[in-house]
Structure formats: C-alpha cells, structure tokens
T-cell receptor
C-alpha cells in the first residue's frame, strides 16, 4: 500500500503505437516525478513537477511527453518508442519539491513497459 | 551523473544474521536517503539522514553517515526472509533531484 497508484502495471506496445501511463497520488503532495528503471542501471530521473509546473526535464527524448493536469495526477504520453525504452517506469511524489534531498519520496509500483 | 554507489552489489545471508550495505558518494551532500525495493514493486523510503547527523535508527535499521569519508552504511539486524530486496542510497545534487545508486541486492534465506 503506497498511496501512489500507477496504471497500467504492464504494457506491451509496438514502436508506432501511442499510449499513456497514468499516476495518481492520494497523499496530498505537491511534487511528482517520473523515473525510468532499466536493468543494471541506476534509477534515471525523467521529469519533475511542482504544483503542476514542470521544473526539471533531464534531456529526455521528445517521444516521452509528460502532463500534470493537477497536483494529484501525472501522465506520461508515449509515441514512436524504441526497443531501448523498454523498462520499468516509476512515478513518485513528495510533500514539497526537494531541496538538498530533504524530501522522502513515495513511489508507485511502476508500469513495466515492453516495446516490440 | 551517478552520485551514490552501493557496495556490495549482491549479498546473501541466513535469517538471523546482520546485513551491512555501504554507499559512497563523490560530492558534498546535505542529506542522504535509503530506500528498499521488493521484486516487481516500487521503492519504499526507509531513512533520511542529514549531513550533521552521524547515526540514525529505525526499528532493526541503523544508518551511519561519515561525511569525511563520503560514505554511509545501512545495517539490518536479525535479518528475516522478508528483508530480501534491493536497497538503494540516494543523495542530493544541485536543485531538486535525488541521485540513486545501482543498489545492493540482499537475499536472506531461511
């Protein structure tokens, strides 16, 4: 039980498909994050939102498009993905935007994405 | 860029034994966090330790921080099979990001 819900849990898509990942947090937090977790690699931060405004975008390819319509919901829109994009995509939230790593983050269980 | 790096990469112990994992980092930090990830699940926050703290406890967990050596350790006492998971340290960098290491995979057998 995490308070952060991600759907779907598993997604298989072709390289030409368009799909969206959804994240919802029930914790009343103001900051939300998207991470990519690939095998044998450290967790990669993709996007950061604070009060629905994007505050960080870590050189993520444009085939990933985030959307934060309100402080409880975060989406990751996917289109024309590559096989190397297969990974576990994790959403997280924190009470406030972290300064100096002072905010614990609460994670969802992720979406396991496979690109055919 | 990777900030924290855990050691060892993998650790196998018997139930009841203690497990110690280490994290080293490169640049000065304000805070350091430890997380656990069970297979197929998201990360769970365990402990946050500030740069002016040397030791922190939470149940069977004990975290130490040595800023002079740029290292931290996570000790799990009296391990249980349920402690089987990957453990990550995370440190801050300029701005809002947490930088995670590759993790230590702990296996506790009964």
């Amino acid at each position: 039980e995490t308070g952060v819900t991600q759907t779907p849990r598993h997604l298989v898509m072709g390289m030409t498909n368009k799909k969206s990942l959804k994240c919802e947090q029930h914790l009343g937090h103001n900051a939300m994050y998207w991470y990519k977790q690939s095998a044998k690699k450290p967790l990669e931060l993709m996007f950061v939102y604070s009060l629905e405004e994007r505050v960080e975008n870590n050189s993520v390819p444009s085939r990933f498009s985030p959307e934060c319509p309100n402080s409880s919901h975060l989406f990751l829109h996917l289109h024309t993905l590559q096989p190397e994009d297969s990974a576990l995509y994790l959403c997280a939230s924190s009470q406030e935007l972290g300064q100096g790593g002072n905010q614990p983050q609460h994670f969802g269980d992720g979406t396991r994405l496979s690109i055919l | 860029s990777q900030q924290g790096e855990e050691d060892p990469q993998a650790l196998s112990i018997q139930e009841g034994e203690n497990a110690t994992m280490n994290c080293s980092y490169k640049t000065s930090i304000n805070n350091l966090q430890w997380y656990r990830q069970n297979s197929g699940r998201g990360l769970v926050h365990l402990i946050l330790i500030r740069s002016n703290e040397r030791e922190k406890h939470s149940g069977r967990l004990r975290v130490t921080l040595d800023t002079s050596k740029k290292s931290s350790s996570l000790l799990i006492t009296a391990s249980r099979a349920a402690d089987t998971a990957s453990y990550f340290c995370a440190t801050d960098q300029a701005g809002t990001a947490l930088i995670f290491g590759k993790g230590t995979t702990l296996s506790v057998s009964s």
